[in-house]
Every structure is written in C-alpha cells, then in structure tokens.
C-alpha cells in the first residue's frame, strides 16, 4: 500500500448550512456570481445504501456546488435525520465540515487512514461513484472525503 492518500490536490471544501438558500445567496452577492448554482436533494437511501456510524440512516441533505477556480465550496443543510452532516451541525453549528480529496481505491484509502486513528465515519454512492468520510478531525481539525468516481 503506498503511504497517504495518493492524491494531495484538495478539490472541494464542504460547509455545513443551516439555510441553504440563504447562505447561496450571500455567497452569489459577495463573490458576485453570475449563475446561482442548482441546489439539489441528495438521493434516498434505497439508492445510495448511506451508511453513518455502521448503520443504514435515512438521511438525505440539500446541497449547492460553488466552482471557486480550482476548489469547489460545497454548502450542505442537513435533513434532520443521523448522519455526519446532522452531527456537525449539533455540535458546532455552520462551519467547515471537510476537505475533500479524488482518490482511486477507497478501500485501500481507508484502511490506511484507519491504520493512522482516522476512522470511517458514513459512506455513500452517488451517480456515477461513492463518497466517504472519515473522522480526521482529532488529528487535522477537519474531516477528509474522499470521492472516487467509477469509470
């Protein structure tokens, strides 16, 4: 197994929301954005088999992209249910919850990151690939994701 990641290029940076449409609003004013970015309703568990903590969780969140050059800003509102995203919010509030990083092999990923006191903590698919957080905060102040898309 090569030793990190295999990837140190972060690609997208994930805030937790309180008020979706309201955060992308001040986010198009301040950064003077052109095109209001979509916000979408993350797939049902019956499609993404989401897993938070070792247990399937119904959970689902409204998310915006933002492209910012070569970092994506992810804004996400949690739906209430158990998952990473709910946690964050009741215990910290709106905030940076992850960086995130492309990775080929998650599994490979998250044996190492586990081997280093970094624990999985939800994991999912979407279209075209999966998702997967990790509990780096202890270590790095922050939780890492990592996306690996299936080609």
Not at 1 to 22: H, K, P
Not at 69 to 78: A, K, N, W
Not at 102 to 129: E, R
Request: with cysteine.
């Amino acid at each position: 197994m090569a030793e990190g990641i295999g990837n140190n290029t972060v690609v997208q940076v994930g805030l937790i929301v309180r008020d979706i449409e309201e955060k992308l609003d001040a986010y198009c004013r301040i950064f003077g954005l052109e095109t209001r970015p979509q916000v979408t309703i993350t797939d049902p568990v019956e499609q993404t088999g989401m897993v938070y903590r070792g247990e399937s969780s119904p959970a689902r969140a409204k998310l915006a992209f933002i492209n910012m050059g070569q970092v994506q800003i992810e804004l996400i509102e949690p739906d209430g249910n158990p998952s990473t995203w709910q946690e964050f919010l009741d215990q910290h509030g709106e905030g940076v919850h992850h960086l995130a990083f492309f990775v080929k092999g998650t599994d490979q990923v998250v044996a190492y990151l586990d081997s280093h006191g970094i624990p999985l903590v939800q994991q999912g698919h979407y279209t075209g690939g999966m998702y997967t957080y990790l509990d780096s905060a202890p270590q790095l102040g922050v939780m890492l994701e990592l996306l690996e898309n299936f080609e």
